[in-house]
């Protein structure tokens, strides 16, 4: 029996990769509902129910910059992985960050993978497109991925 598809949240603060993020995804056979959040907090608003409505018991699967205005994504994903009702929520850092630091410390917090946004416009369309198959045919019962096979080459 197949499960449902999550509803993707995605957090950046730069709405051209957003839309190049939501084009790219939904050319992947991603059909799940993407809704966009600005900044951190409004995505940590969504989560704990003081914004729209977020359905109860709904999957969800989290796409997010690190640098974002306001509360990083840093910040935002340790607020995620500390709470219990959100802790099993898939979340990906998806940065233009290479920081080795925000590596670390993105997987320490319990990132589900960690993927550069390159520079080049080609470049990020494939990563992108890789990352819509991926989610496209999976069940999202994943464990941790490696920071290594999302890196573009």
């Not at 600005?38 to 018991?57: S, W």
Request: charged share 25%; glycine share 6%.
């Amino acid at each position: 029996m197949s499960r449902t598809a999550p509803t993707i949240l995605i957090a950046e603060d730069d709405f051209g990769h957003f839309a190049l993020i939501q084009k790219n995804l939904k050319r992947s056979c991603v059909p799940k509902e993407i809704i966009h959040f600005r900044n951190g907090e409004e995505l940590l608003n969504f989560l704990f129910h003081q914004g729209p409505e977020r359905l109860e018991g709904g999957r969800y699967l989290i796409l997010m910059d690190i640098r974002l205005p306001g509360k990083n994504g840093i910040e935002v994903l340790r607020c995620i992985k500390e709470d219990p009702t959100l802790y099993s929520i898939p979340v990906f850092m998806l940065t233009t960050s290479t920081n080795p630091a925000d590596v670390e410390r993105s997987y320490e917090l319990g990132c589900a993978a960690y993927m550069n946004k390159p520079g080049n416009y080609s470049e990020f369309v494939k990563s992108v497109d890789r990352l819509g198959h991926m989610i496209s045919l999976s069940e999202f019962d994943w464990p941790p991925l490696r920071y290594s096979s999302f890196v573009s080459r």
